[in-house]
Nanobody, 124 residues
Framework: QVQLVESGGGSVQAGGSLRLSCAAS????????MAWFRQAPGNERDFVAA??????YYADSLKGRFTISRDNAKDTVYLQMNNLKPEDAAVYSC???????????????????WGQGTQVTVSS
């Protein structure tokens, strides 16, 4: 079992920045690929970004504004979000899947472990 706890969400004006954190516990953190997803009301859960050990992957529409990183010494994955837009408002969740040689999947169904989510609100 892997337990995931997100933090760092909140309210920000358009153009602002937030950094989300996801702290993991329970298993060797470095054995897992980590990902961020988001879900706005009435929408499906969308892929945001993923990271293996160092390789990173992004939703095409978010490249250049969002950055995923991890600190294996702290068992934590981060999502730096810059130049936020009202359409970025959503509940952001981190997820974990055992790391393989393949890029992490952008499909939420592939991830076994999830945090509870953190709300991001962006006002125009």
């Amino acid at each position: 079992q892997v337990q995931l706890v997100e933090s760092g969400g909140g309210s920000v004006q358009a153009g602002g920045s937030l950094r989300l954190s996801c702290a993991a516990s329970g298993r060797a953190f470095s054995n897992y690929a980590m990902a961020w997803f988001r879900q706005a009301p009435g929408n499906e859960r969308d892929f945001v970004a993923a990271i293996r050990l160092k390789s990173t992957y992004y939703a095409d529409s978010l490249k250049g504004r969002f950055t995923i990183s991890r600190d294996n010494a702290k068992d934590t994955v981060y999502l730096q979000m810059n130049n936020l837009k009202p359409e970025d408002a959503a509940v952001y969740s981190c997820a974990a899947v055992p790391r393989t040689s393949r890029p992490p999947s952008p499909s939420p169904s592939e991830y076994a472990y999830w945090g509870q989510g953190t709300q991001v609100t962006v006002s125009s």
